[in-house]
């Protein structure tokens, strides 16, 4: 790792990045290499705003880092870089200071679900 950057020079790709690299790697001969960067960062771009809507419940947001990390930040400032979605969870518990539930009614309201409890009424 760059000490300077916190650049990871040997790349462990995560799976919610490998159907990019797959779909890279099967390309035909005359693919555009700038073409594959741009899909990859759309793709993460569009996954950092998804993640966003859950993490807002909590306090926390997080910003895409130079197309290969990630940055959790809370509202008292509190930072830290997260190597891939799947890091990022333990470390959002970590900064929001409790377990982060996915079934919590208010945040599945807030998202636009039905409530859980409401399902269990209607038995």
Known sequence: MCVLCGQDFVARVHWTDRHVEDRARAAVPGFDPVAFQGDRRRDRA??????????????????????????????????????????????????????????????????????AFAAADSG
């Open 46 to 115: 569009h996954r950092v705003v998804l993640t966003n809507e859950v993490l807002r419940h909590y306090g926390l947001r997080v910003d895409d880092w130079s197309g290969s990390k990630y940055v959790l930040r809370d509202r008292k400032g509190r930072s830290e870089i997260i190597q891939d979605l799947g890091s990022l969870w333990p470390a959002a518990a970590k900064l929001a200071g409790r377990t982060l539930d996915p079934l919590d009614p208010v945040l599945r309201q807030m998202l636009g679900g039905e409530p």
